[in-house]
């Protein structure tokens, strides 16, 4: 099944810890991005990877820490987690760049208590 | 800089009605528009984008240069229409691509 996938779908977790999410792609996409969806629903780029090279990285904090080991993959990491992390996390690929169609993943949310 | 703007959160229209959800974007140079749309449990997906120039599920969408618009049209509305939309752009060569905040439409039965 030819899809981006992330995991976890749901993570719940208290202020202060360390986490990561994982995306995979198995579309033989170069580009690969995590968004952030706020709670109005807004969408919010934060990093973006082409072929494993950090290309775009947006005013994020520096406790978010992307990596990518192979252009299949990019998962995010995040220390020291706070109330205000709390949204849903989508990882997308595309086959290169902005302009090329983006395929999102299903989302993870990400839950601060 | 690059913004999109929606400027409906919500928008609610009967089935049958024509739909129009508002995109405004401002952008230097050459842009090119994207619409995405997430139904209800779905994942976000590609609507349309303006170069193709195409209809999909009856919708479609003209770039308007003039007014910096990207407005998305459906003459006849379908509750399977119902989904949060997003209007997006990326600049030519970008490898990036900003959202809107989203429309929210609803089509009532």
């Known amino acids: 099944d030819t899809a981006v996938s992330q995991t976890p779908k749901y993570l719940v977790t208290q202020m202060g810890n360390d986490k990561s999410i994982k995306c995979e792609q198995n579309?033989?996409?170069?580009?690969m991005y995590w968004y952030k969806q706020d709670s109005k629903k807004f969408l919010k780029i934060m990093f973006s990877y082409n072929n494993k090279e950090l290309i775009i990285n947006e005013t994020v904090p520096n406790r978010f820490s992307p990596k990518s080991p192979d252009k299949a993959h990019l998962n995010l990491h995040i220390n020291s987690l706070e109330l205000g992390d709390s949204a849903v996390y989508f990882c997308?690929?595309?086959?290169?760049?902005?302009?090329?169609?983006?395929?999102f993943g299903n989302g993870t949310r990400l839950t601060v208590t | 800089a690059q913004r999109v703007t929606q400027p409906e959160k919500l928008l609610s229209v009967f089935k049958g009605a024509p739909v129009e959800l508002k995109c405004n974007y401002s952008?230097?140079?050459?842009?090119?528009l994207f619409w995405y749309v997430q139904y209800s449990r779905q994942r976000l997906q590609l609507l349309l984008r303006?170069?193709s120039r195409e209809s999909i599920k009856g919708f479609t969408a003209d770039l308007n240069k003039g007014e910096t618009s990207f407005h998305l049209k459906k003459p006849f509305a379908q509750e399977e229409d119902s989904a949060m939309y997003y209007c997006?752009?990326?600049?030519?060569?970008?490898?990036?691509?900003?959202f809107g905040t989203g429309t929210r439409l609803t089509v009532i039965p």
């Open positions: 997006a752009l990326s600049g030519t060569g970008a490898n990036n691509l900003f």
């Open positions: 997308a690929s595309s086959l290169q760049g902005g302009n090329s169609p983006l395929h």
């Open positions: 303006h170069i």
């Open positions: 952008y230097s140079g050459s842009p090119e």
């Open positions: 579309l033989g996409h170069d580009t």
